[in-house]
């Protein structure tokens, strides 16, 4: 059968897994060696290269999930997104990039690339129009993000890959958000596909990693930068993402199906004044998420209301964690403010729409009524003034 005819859960469990021949013991042996035989050997395997065995086969299973040729393991999603970026830009070239994108990419672009005299521009929106702006006649690429962080807007992604190809650039998206199982940009056009692995991909908040997909020619180009910058993974943290990644299919259909209610629960409060999920039918992209989502993801933002303190509700939940990073099976929040976009200036923030009273909420397995139940509380709590703001 053909990898991509084998549905989403046969893909997790069985592609790119390696055999164990000698033991036919049922998961994946681990290969930890860092040096490997040289002589008389079709591949000369070695850690930084990106080819010892289990990064071999897992970059199979990544590149199917992703309907794509091939794929390579970072050891960090900032990793795969700079050995990215940098294996396709020169000095004098121009990219366009999404407005509203990860804090840590913009901050890479905006505080690195005047370094090496490559220019680039924002979009002032998210239309296909906005992005055709933008192009300038030195424009190698355009980067985008969609559902982006922390807002969850969606940009178009058969517009944005036809804009790219009628102009000869090419497309790279983060769909470190959406994952696989919610949308595939390469059936609609996009090149490369960049993920934070150390999101839904690990999915219980212990590994850091990160990956691309693309076409064989693209990863090779990506590869041979890449394996000088030395941003590789180790098969430790290897063997243990495509442990995780064997229950991706499954812990995001449980995670979307919480996200799609908690939104709706979250909506109707008197103390949240605005959500930010695709799901929803007042989201300004809903029309365009049905096009190109299978479902709506788990992640969503919101907004308290100005009379109450952001920080104290955090404090007040007892069952869903203040925490750094998101996807886990665990429920989590976050200010983006202070954390994911903490790198941009009070003004940058402002500008994308991240205000002090922005949460994001990375949804995760738990009973959706024992998540309501906590969120309720903790308003409650800071609404009546029963904890004392110690922030």
Known sequence: MKKNKLGINTI??????????????????????????????????????????????????????????????????????????????????????????????????AKQFDKYNISYTFTNGLS?????????????????????????????????????KRESIISIIDNTFATPVVQNPVDFGIDIVVHSATKYFGGHSDLCAGAVAASQEHINKIWELAKDFGGSLSDFTVWMLERSLKTLGIRVKAQQRNAKKLAKFLNKHEAISKVYYPGLKSHPDYDLAKQQMRGYGAMLSFDIIEELNAKVFLKALQLIKPSMSLAGIESTMILPAEASHALLSKEERLEQGIGDNLIRFSVGIEDKNDLINDIETALSIIAEGKLVNTI
């Open 12 to 109: 997790c469990t069985h592609v790119g897994a390696i055999e164990d021949r000698q033991f036919k013991g049922a998961t994946s042996p681990i290969y930890l060696s860092s040096s490997y035989e040289f002589m008389d050997v079709d591949v000369k395997r070695y850690p930084r290269y990106f080819n010892t065995p289990n990064q071999e086969y897992l970059a199979k299973k990544i590149a199917a999930l992703e309907h794509a040729e091939a794929a390579l393991l970072f050891g960090s999603g900032m990793a795969a997104i700079s050995s990215t970026l940098f294996a396709f830009l020169k000095a004098g070239d121009h990219v366009v990039v999404q407005n509203d994108i990860y804090g840590g990419t913009r901050n890479l672009i």
């Open 128 to 164: 296909v129009e906005d992005f055709q702006d933008a192009i300038q006649a030195n424009t190698k690429l355009v980067y985008i993000e969609t559902p982006s962080n922390p807002l969850l807007k969606l940009v178009d992604l058969a517009a944005i890959a036809s804009l790219c």
